[in-house]
């Protein structure tokens, strides 16, 4: 979201104000002794939000240079500031019989406020966890030989608790034959709670039940490094590395953060032709995707990433507004999708982006994703 928009968003708070002490003159005239305490705190509200918007111009021209705590200042300001306001004026208007105005501010400002607490308290606990089945003509034939692969995308958080758990346990009992994470595990504004958080991402990975058999593998994302976050969990760790299963007719090739978003290298591409069997190519970023969607790559295999978090918020018929990616908003949005030869999967992962930026979901529920690879004659 670039910084003017940012601003501009927030330059809606004075306007709500304006149509605000509008209303509050005409209640004046009418009945100006019963409402001077109403208007005294109105008056208070007032304040709080030309601070607001103040620290929204302050961003808009610099002086704050980051983008996410524009977004913070919008939200907050907009669901906790503006929402309850705008329904008490409402409610101010309604009890001096001002008109059908009232009603649509009450309304609005109610669901603008229970849509907040939604975004904030419900949608990012409501897990999901989507199954995909992917067929090869690179994998052997036969249900025997079918894999799972789950992939763990963006857990992202700063502490591990109900939710987190809840994650492993759907994850355990998907029992899968792989675990697959792309990058972004912890992120703290804190760096000095990392060692007391660390400990317990690493219990979660102990505490399941069911072990993969083809292990857990890696690669970077952009708020940690997967093997000082993952450590004591088992996790290979792929930077521009590939790992092989030779019996399975799997191959991983893990990229480090910088690598996601550009272009698969030639080198690359020859080693997923030259693999006698399935790629997997799992980067934090979707952005080396471009290549596909451009038909510049066209290779029997599965591409993988995260990143985006589905851009969190989804706009119904339009998509995330935000994704913080070159991809296509379709894809940045998280799904399963075939270009020709190959395979595209961007999750929409578990996790919020944390630091500055709001912590919320809405219409993006967090995703496990679950992956089936199969040969072209197995049967479910």
């Keep these: 979201m670039p910084l003017h928009a940012g601003t501009v968003a927030l330059a809606l708070v004075p306007a709500i104000w304006l149509l605000g002490l509008s209303w509050m003159w005409r209640v004046r005239r009418s009945r100006p002794a019963r409402n001077a305490l109403l208007k005294r705190d109105l008056m208070g509200w007032l304040g709080i939000c030309v601070l607001v918007a103040a620290v929204g111009l302050a961003v808009g021209v610099g002086v704050i240079d980051n983008g996410f705590a524009v977004l913070r200042i919008w939200f907050d300001g907009a669901s906790f500031g503006l929402a309850p306001l705008l329904s008490l004026i409402g409610l101010l208007g309604l009890r001096q019989r001002i008109g059908v105005a009232s009603l649509l501010c009450v309304g609005t400002g109610t669901a603008a406020l229970g849509a907040a607490l939604y975004a904030t308290r419900v949608e990012p606990f409501r897990l999901e966890v989507t199954r995909h089945v992917v067929r090869s003509d690179r994998l052997p034939a036969g249900i025997d030989r079918s894999l799972v692969i789950a992939v763990l995308a963006d857990l992202q958080t700063d502490r591990i608790g109900d939710f987190e758990a809840e994650v492993f346990r759907a994850m355990d009992e998907v029992r899968p034959d792989m675990i697959l994470l792309p990058g972004d595990y912890l992120q703290f504004l804190d760096l000095d709670a990392f060692d007391e958080v660390q400990p317990a991402l690493a219990e979660l990975f102990q505490s399941m039940g069911h072990e993969p058999r083809l292990g857990i593998v890696a690669v970077d994302g952009d708020v940690d490094e997967a093997a000082r976050s993952l450590a004591g969990?088992?996790?290979?760790?792929?930077?521009?590395?590939?790992?092989?299963?030779?019996?399975?007719?799997?191959?991983?090739?893990?990229?480090?953060?910088?690598?996601?978003?550009?272009?698969?290298?030639?080198?690359?591409?020859?080693?997923?032709?030259?693999?006698?069997?399935?790629?997997?190519?799992?980067?934090?970023?979707?952005?080396?995707?471009?290549?596909?969607?451009?038909?510049?790559?066209?290779?029997?295999?599965?591409?993988?990433?995260?990143?985006?978090?589905?851009?969190?918020?989804?706009?119904?018929?339009?998509?995330?507004?935000?994704?913080?990616?070159?991809?296509?908003?379709?894809?940045?949005?998280?799904?399963?999708?075939?270009?020709?030869?190959?395979?595209?999967?961007?999750?929409?992962?578990?996790?919020?982006?944390?630091?500055?930026?709001p912590r919320i979901r809405f219409n993006c529920r967090p995703q496990l994703v679950v992956l089936e690879l199969v040969g072209p004659a197995a049967n479910r």
Aim: glycine fraction near 10%.
């Design 233 to 357: 969990t088992g996790a290979v760790c792929l930077r521009n590395e590939s790992l092989q299963f030779a019996e399975d007719h799997l191959q991983v090739i893990g990229l480090r953060t910088h690598s996601s978003r550009r272009d698969l290298t030639p080198e690359v591409v020859e080693q997923v032709r030259g693999f006698d069997g399935l790629t997997i190519v799992c980067g934090h970023a979707p952005d080396y995707m471009n290549m596909v969607l451009e038909e510049r790559f066209d290779e029997e295999a599965v591409l993988v990433a995260g990143h985006t978090h589905g851009g969190q918020v989804s706009i119904p018929w339009f998509g995330p507004p935000l994704t913080l990616s070159s991809v296509p908003r379709w894809l940045a949005a998280g799904t399963l999708a075939q270009r020709g030869k190959t395979t595209l999967l961007v999750s929409r992962g578990v996790g919020l982006e944390r630091r500055h930026a």
